[in-house]
């Protein structure tokens, strides 16, 4: 992950980024003034599994492959987010981000990803949202398990 001081608010233009269309120009000037941001060229791994880590991520540009205990979980794109629960409550990451395409993306540390979520209802709307789809594929990926193996005995 190479940090780049070069990518300017402008290159950012937040309103084209999904998740972001709730937003005021107001909320988008506080969101570009409280994270900082980063590229990363594809291959480069974002997160580790395992390592700890309080920052939280918003993918801007490119996309990024999740995986746990080496088997991919997802794919993410512009206005998807990861590495939310370790800005909530600081600990080991889950899974390893990796970059599939050049990436820019948006990264806010635990005080500044608070005051985004407090003072941005945009932003925290759009966060809930993905928090909850991931909530429930991982729901769904449970009860796959448990019927799998109940039907296995069976």
Known sequence: ????????????????????????????????????????????????????????????KGTVAVTMHARHVATLGPGDHFGELSAIESGQRTANVTALSDVVALVAGPREFARLTASVPGFREALLRGMVRKLRAADETIVDGVVGTVTSVA
């Open 1 to 60: 992950m190479r940090r780049n001081a070069q990518i300017s608010s402008l290159a950012l233009d937040l309103e084209d980024v999904p998740g972001f269309a709730g937003c005021s120009r107001k909320d988008l000037a506080l969101i570009d003034t409280l994270c900082d941001r980063f590229s990363a060229k594809a291959g480069d791994v974002l997160l580790r599994e395992g390592s700890y880590g309080c920052e939280a991520y918003v993918v801007v």
